[in-house]
């Protein structure tokens, strides 16, 4: 397993849509491995594969956070087939660190799926589930949470992501 190189806003990789999973292998499995050990390596709660430079419609999620792999979903080409009511909270990114904001969000959905054999199923959530599920599957159409936020919010964001993205290049350097 090994910890992958995250993309930060404002890279505007982040805003490629991607494309399907066509190939059910290994290679695919690897790569979920490593989608969550870089997942838990920042404490997040989910990742999309588009934030790691690999635009493939994969989703990792776990929102108990305690590295279990009962609680660890994998989302290959995921898509919404019913969403209804209204929430949000706080939302924040892994590719977007340092910033968050309010995103109103369907209360809960519907998605089909397959998993890491090619197999199709569905899952009905609420909750954090719902929300972690709107947000993941917003990266894999080249949408970030800041995307929903009024221009002057963006903008205010879009400044403090290059300071904070100029900082951990500093410290990149400075490590070398």
Not at 61 to 83: A, G, R, S, W, Y
Not at 108 to 125: P, R, S, Y
Request: glycine content about 6%.
């Amino acid at each position: 397993m090994a910890i992958l190189e995250l993309l930060y806003y404002p890279d505007e990789k982040l805003h490629q849509v991607s494309a399907p999973v066509t190939e059910f292998n290994d290679e695919l499995k690897q790569l979920v491995s490593d989608m969550f050990e870089t997942m838990y390596a920042d404490e997040g709660i989910g990742l999309a594969a588009p934030q790691i430079n690999v635009f493939k419609k994969i989703v990792v999620i776990d929102v108990v956070n305690e590295k279990k792999p009962e609680d660890q979903l994998i989302l290959i080409n995921p898509e919404f087939t019913h969403k209804e009511g209204s929430t949000g909270i706080d939302e924040g990114c892994l590719s977007v660190p340092g910033l968050r904001g309010k995103v109103e969000r369907a209360e809960k959905v519907t998605v089909k799926a397959q998993n890491l054999n090619g197999e199709f199923f569905e899952l009905n959530a609420d909750g954090l589930l719902a929300i972690c599920l709107q947000h993941e599957i917003d990266h894999l159409n080249g949408k970030l949470f800041i995307d929903y936020l009024s221009p002057l919010k963006r903008n205010m964001y879009r400044s403090k992501a290059k300071a904070l993205a100029k900082e951990r290049e500093r410290q990149k350097k400075h490590q070398d």
